[in-house]
């Protein structure tokens, strides 16, 4: 298989089509805001919008659906820089609504990662819920990955999967792929090489408030596979900015500003991250999504001045910004985008700028206390990660 050609765009249309094939309607994707009575920030994962079918109601499309989904997870923010991680990220997703089960999701998911996409099986792993004092171990997938010759590998932990304290939740199965250069001799859990590709939940139980599990009124089938991941493996790509939706980043960015290459991912992540999460609408705050926005403009910039504080975000080329926006189909305008980043930077110029001057007071000279972190966030609203960043002692 040529695997150059298995562009985000193709990946993408060979997911939904795989399964439109198989009785699977399609849904549109859902913008990164979760709706106002949810409890999280952002939407994590491709199942979020879903949720009330999850726990029982009728969808109007059936009970077999598909979709790709934008995503947002802080975190996973500490992780960006290395070769799997992005903050913001887009979710192919299938579902069965109480219709299917999960060994026929795992047996469809061998077929799309192997015939689809021409993954090697000798290089897929697979693990499986390993049973624990609540319940029963997950034979039924363990069994299809034996009969299909994948190596299979419990856990308690890492395949179980839940998008919070309370709500839908089950067993998972995960399919891990190989990427080192000689072939594989262990298993997930003892060699990162093997990178974690699809999740199948089992999602049959809800977690209410007091931690006790209750079964939902159907048994529901729950996927993800992350595209970017995917698409740099099935290249053989080292990593997820060497795919082809990262293509103009590398090409702009290490000619404007020289980093190292984990600082170059940040940055990139960083950047293209802000521009999705302003062009659904969040504004830079001091609370909340806005805050989230604040923190990643603040990350990269402290990234960018690290080497040189006269980098300056207005030389970023305009083309990067409206590409992103293409990309995930938002029609903000690319000039109120950057109008924003700039404003946002300018903001965090001048705080750091009253934090030196504030700190260089004789009081502040000796060890920080506790107290006085709060006195320079309560009296001059210096956050505390920005004093410690100023004085990393
Ligand atoms: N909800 C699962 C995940 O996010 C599968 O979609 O991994």
């Given at each position: ?70 995503c947002l997870r802080t975190t996973d923010l500490d992780e960006v820089g290395d070769p799997t991680h992005l903050t913001v990220f887009e979710m ?66 890492d ?15 995960e399919?891990f792929l190989w990427t080192g250069d ?6 997930p859990t003892q060699d990162d090489r093997w990178v974690e590709v ?27 596979m992350g595209l970017e991941r995917l698409v740099s493996l099935?290249q053989g790509k080292q990593s997820v900015f060497e795919c082809?939706v990262f293509?103009?980043w590398r090409?702009?960015v290490p000619?404007?500003?020289?980093l190292d290459v984990p600082s170059l991912r940040l940055v990139c992540d960083h950047l293209r991250s ?22 990643l403009?603040?990350r990269l910039?402290t990234v960018?001045?690290r ?87």
């Open positions: 298989m040529d695997t150059d050609r298995l562009t985000t765009d193709r990946v993408q249309s060979t997911f939904v089509e795989y399964f439109e094939e198989r009785g699977h309607q399609r849904i549109t994707g859902s913008t990164l805001l979760p709706p106002s009575d949810d409890s999280v920030l952002f939407t994590t994962s491709g199942m979020h919008p879903l949720t009330p079918f999850l726990e029982g109601r009728p969808h109007p499309l059936g009970n077999r659906l598909v979709n790709v989904q934008r192919l997703g299938s579902w069965s609504l109480g219709d299917y089960e999960g060994p026929q999701s795992l047996r469809w998911g061998y077929e799309l990662l192997t015939e689809g996409f021409g993954v090697d099986p000798r290089h897929m792993h697979a693990t499986v819920f390993g049973g624990d004092d609540r319940t029963g171990p997950d034979t039924a997938s363990s069994d299809v990955w034996e009969e299909l010759g994948v190596p299979v590998e419990p856990t308690t932990e395949n179980w999967w839940d998008n919070g304290p309370t709500g839908p939740c089950g067993p998972d199965s399919i000689i072939p594989p001799r262990s298993t699809w999740n199948h939940v089992t999602m049959r139980y809800r977690r209410l408030d007091d931690g006790s599990l209750v079964p939902l009124p159907q048994r529901n089938v729950d996927t993800g099935v082809d293509a103009p090409q702009l000619g404007l500003w020289q802000a521009v999705v999460v302003i062009g659904d609408g969040v504004r830079p705050a001091n609370t909340g999504r806005g805050y989230v926005l604040r923190r403009v603040r910039l960018l001045w080497d040189d504080p006269t980098r300056y975000l207005g030389d970023l080329p305009g083309e990067l910004i409206l590409h992103t926006l293409d990309h995930f189909r938002q029609d903000t305008d690319p000039v109120v985008v950057r109008g924003i980043l700039l404003e946002e930077e300018q903001r965090f110029r001048r705080l750091l700028e009253r934090g030196r001057r504030i700190l260089s007071r004789p009081r502040f000279q000796g060890p920080l206390g506790e107290e006085d972190l709060f006195y320079l966030h309560d009296t001059h609203g210096l956050p505390r990660e920005l004093v410690l960043s100023l004085r990393p002692e």
